[in-house]
């Protein structure tokens, strides 16, 4: 028999308000608890790692890359940042008026660009107010539409260089992205709180935080719908001899569609971290929380194989058919 040492705070922190039922907002539902057993704890540990590798940011983070044929709302979002703030620079920004124009966008369609330099300084900085609505625009490979809102919380040093600080709160209001090459599309609807440190190349640290976010991901006929309420990732990326590790640690509640509308509180026992070249974590322990203290856990072993270990009556030991070794490419 395997103990599982579940650590009290951990659980405290990750069966959240959304464990008792009711909704955070009507569009943005918060499942009921889901009881984890031999039957579903292979589909909650997709949707935990899914999940974790999704908000804190698909391309070059922690994780590989298979996801990455998915289209990404806050990847996209993220990646827009350093554009902003130099596309503003070159705009005129008056005092007092806010701004707004409209572009052709390259593959066709129109994005409308709205400025509130709020402090009127001629730059974008802390206070100031961004808001793009794509209408059928084609950039490349994906087609976008709906809108995004970046609100500058805080802004210290050039955000299109590696050495800057910043929080921007993030609203996608409608905001999707359809992938042209795979007709896969995501539609993102919530907010979220980017909380950013960059000292260099490769040193970093990132937090994002959100009280209610949803994305409905639509690939093959189907549609998936994901929900992530009082969720937290965090990722410090360091330099090393090697290249650089990469430190992520993730809570909250995830409601999703693949698990019949209901919900788990995900929770970091220790941090995964990637070492590069490596595509996956080499070590760290997630943890998903269900109904009636059943869990399920998810430790690294290598930068290969991954240990579940299920606990579905919530005693502290190991339930048949666990522990498994898995492999990490086979999940993400």
């Known amino acids: 028999m395997f103990k599982l040492k579940m650590l009290a705070v951990v659980a405290a922190a990750v069966v959240m308000a959304g464990c008792g039922g009711g909704s955070d907002t009507p569009d943005n539902p918060v499942g009921a608890p889901l009881p984890i057993t031999s039957a579903n704890y292979l589909e909650v540990t997709q949707e935990v790692l899914t999940a974790t590798v999704g908000l804190v940011g698909v391309s070059?983070?922690?994780?590989?890359?298979?996801?990455?044929?998915?289209?990404?709302?806050?990847?996209?979002?993220?990646?827009?940042?350093?554009?902003?703030?130099?596309?503003?620079?070159?705009?005129?920004?008056?005092?007092?008026?806010?701004?707004?124009?409209?572009?052709?966008?390259?593959?066709?369609?129109?994005?409308?660009?709205?400025?509130?330099?709020?402090?009127?300084?001629?730059?974008?900085?802390?206070?100031?107010?961004?808001?793009?609505?794509?209408?059928?625009?084609?950039?490349?490979?994906?087609?976008?539409?709906?809108?995004?809102?970046?609100?500058?919380?805080?802004?210290?040093?050039?955000?299109?260089?590696?050495?800057?600080?910043?929080?921007?709160?993030?609203?996608?209001?409608?905001?999707?992205?359809?992938?042209?090459?795979?007709?896969?599309?995501?539609?993102?609807?919530?907010?979220?709180?980017?909380?950013?440190?960059?000292?260099?190349?490769?040193?970093?640290?990132?937090?994002?935080?959100?009280?209610?976010?949803?994305?409905?991901?639509?690939?093959?006929?189907?549609?998936?719908?994901?929900?992530?309420?009082?969720?937290?990732?965090?990722?410090?990326?360091?330099?090393?001899?090697?290249?650089f590790d990469t430190t992520v640690t993730a809570s909250g509640t995830l409601t999703s569609s693949l698990l019949g509308g209901n919900s788990v509180g995900i929770g970091t026992v220790a941090p995964l971290v990637r070492s590069s070249p490596s595509e996956y974590p080499a070590s760290g322990v997630l943890q998903a929380i269900g109904a009636a203290g059943s869990l399920v856990r998810i430790e690294a072993l290598s930068d290969t194989q991954f240990q579940l270990l299920l606990d579905a009556n919530g005693d502290g030991f190991a339930d048949p058919p666990t522990p498994v070794t898995l492999f990490w490419s086979d999940f993400i």
């Open 60 to 243: 070059e983070t922690l994780l590989g890359t298979q996801v990455e044929a998915l289209p990404s709302p806050v990847s996209f979002a993220r990646g827009r940042l350093p554009g902003l703030w130099l596309e503003a620079t070159d705009l005129p920004l008056i005092a007092g008026v806010v701004y707004e124009e409209t572009f052709a966008c390259p593959g066709g369609g129109t994005l409308v660009e709205t400025i509130d330099d709020r402090d009127n300084d001629g730059f974008l900085s802390s206070g100031d107010v961004v808001r793009e609505t794509y209408n059928s625009c084609v950039i490349d490979t994906e087609r976008l539409d709906g809108a995004i809102r970046y609100s500058f919380t805080s802004l210290v040093g050039d955000f299109s260089g590696d050495v800057f600080s910043a929080q921007i709160g993030l609203s996608f209001l409608s905001f999707r992205i359809t992938s042209l090459v795979t007709v896969a599309s995501a539609l993102a609807n919530g907010d979220l709180t980017l909380t950013t440190n960059s000292f260099g190349v490769d040193n970093f640290d990132t937090q994002l935080n959100t009280a209610s976010y949803r994305e409905e991901v639509s690939i093959g006929g189907q549609t998936i719908s994901r929900t992530a309420t009082n969720f937290q990732t965090r990722e410090v990326r360091v330099p090393t001899m090697a290249g």
